[in-house]
Nanobody
Framework: VQLVESGGGSVQAGGSLRLSCAVS????????MAWFRQAPGKEREWIAS????????FADDSVRGRIILSQNSAKDTLYLQLNSLQPEDTAMYYC?????????????????????WGQGTQVTVS
């Protein structure tokens, strides 16, 4: 299973970015995908999840209202639209997937509920 993130970059405060996560190599009929982020010197934190194919979504209160979670029609790419970005949003953003545990807890799953991870994409807000 491969997850490849893209779309990170540098943006001014108040701006927006759309991150992408392409997933391939899986054979699951249902699975959970999520976005996490890790700022320098901090622990990795969960942002949002979506269960496929049902489409149930979960988002952390700290970003709710500022993000849009979506997927393409083939459902092999997950997008995270980040709006009203602030310097505290600066972090490495990771995509994760899991066919079993990922979405069972709903909100604030621990990162060890996810088996597969991408390499991350950096978001810097100044």
């Amino acid at each position: 299973v491969q997850l490849v993130e893209s779309g990170g970059g540098s943006v001014q405060a108040g701006g927006s970015l759309r991150l992408s996560c392409a997933v391939s190599g899986y054979t699951w009929s249902g699975y959970c995908m999520a976005w996490f982020r890790q700022a320098p010197g901090k622990e990795r934190e969960w942002i949002a999840s979506i269960y496929r194919p049902g489409g149930n979504t979960f988002a952390d209160d700290s970003v709710r209202g500022r993000i849009i979670l979506s997927q393409n029609s083939a459902k092999d790419t997950l997008y995270l639209q980040l709006n009203s970005l602030q310097p505290e949003d600066t972090a490495m953003y990771y995509c994760a997937a899991d066919p079993f545990l990922g979405c069972l807890r709903g909100s604030i799953p621990p990162d060890n509920d996810f088996t597969y991870w991408g390499q991350g994409t950096q978001v810097t807000v100044s």
